[in-house]
């Protein structure tokens, strides 16, 4: 079903009235975790007003180590649902477990599927039951089959609404946290009709590379860009290294816009 060869043209999903794929280019941003009420509004806010179509935030995280902070749970999707009815800005959020899935079909515009849990076939099957839209992030080592077979079993249960995401991979390189595997565009697009975005803050790990892999995404074709952005960074709950602040925001995003013009897309 993900297969290009059976379906030519490239497929736009509808995510709560807003459209990821072919001219559709769309910008995920916000914290990587939820983390109290004015923050996650303030910061879709500012989202918002840079020209960002959905908002990102983490209510429940994939942490490395069991003793970091991992999430706000429940609490944090309700936050999300405020932020949203300030902003009107759609919420894209990861879910980890099949537990909650009833939750996030009631809650959530876009369901996450993260690095992690690429493989979690469980997790996979059950989302396909729903009808919410998946961000299907590419496991840390993940060949692009695995990674579409991943989309396979999404789709197979009757869910199409599949938007893939690079996310960086793991290779020989430990300057940055993963290496932003940009030729995951065109390959995607060659095999598939499935709509790829672009996530450069989890790719590089530091936000000084931010822009320039966001500006990499854009002219690759890609269909959109998710972008972790925070208030305050330095004090950041997660991944603060890599957050851009609000006005370091508002500046690629008025660059972004020239190129998504460039590209001929809107
Ligand atoms: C995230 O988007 O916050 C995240 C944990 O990403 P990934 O699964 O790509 O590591
Ligand atoms: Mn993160």
Not at 159 to 177: H, M, P, Q, S, W
Request: contains cysteine; aromatic residues 6%; glycine residues 8%.
């Amino acid at each position: 079903k993900a297969n290009r060869k059976f379906h030519p043209d490239d497929t736009v999903v509808e995510i709560d009235g807003q459209r990821i794929g072919n001219g559709y280019f769309g910008v995920i941003a916000g914290p990587c975790s939820v983390e109290g009420e004015e923050q996650i509004i303030s910061i879709a806010q500012r989202a918002k007003a840079a020209g960002a179509n959905f908002l990102r935030g983490g209510a429940f995280k994939p942490r490395t180590s069991p003793y970091s902070f991992q999430g706000l749970e429940l609490e944090g999707l309700r936050l999300l649902k405020l932020a949203k009815e300030a902003t009107g800005l759609p919420i894209v959020t990861e879910l980890m477990s099949t537990k909650f899935v009833d939750e996030f079909e009631a809650d959530v515009d876009m369901i996450q599927i993260g690095a992690r849990n690429m493989q979690n076939f469980d997790l996979l099957k059950e989302i396909g039951k729903t009808k919410t839209p998946v961000l299907l992030k590419r496991g840390l080592s993940a060949t692009y089959e695995e990674w579409l077979m991943s989309a396979e079993y999404i789709m197979s249960e009757g869910n199409e609404n599949v938007i893939l995401c690079e996310r960086g991979i793991r290779t020989f390189e430990t300057e940055t946290r993963n290496t932003l595997d940009i030729q995951a565009v065109p390959v995607i697009q060659k095999l598939s009709h499935l709509p790829i975005i672009i996530d450069p803050s989890h790719a590089g790990g530091s936000a000084y590379l931010v822009p320039s892999m966001s500006k990499s995404a854009v002219m690759s074709g890609a269909n959109g860009l998710m972008v972790e952005i925070h208030h305050d960074p330095e004090n950041a709950w997660s991944d603060g290294q890599q957050c851009l602040n609000p006005n370091e925001f508002d500046e690629l995003m008025a660059v972004v816009k020239q190129l998504i013009a460039i590209e001929g897309k809107h």
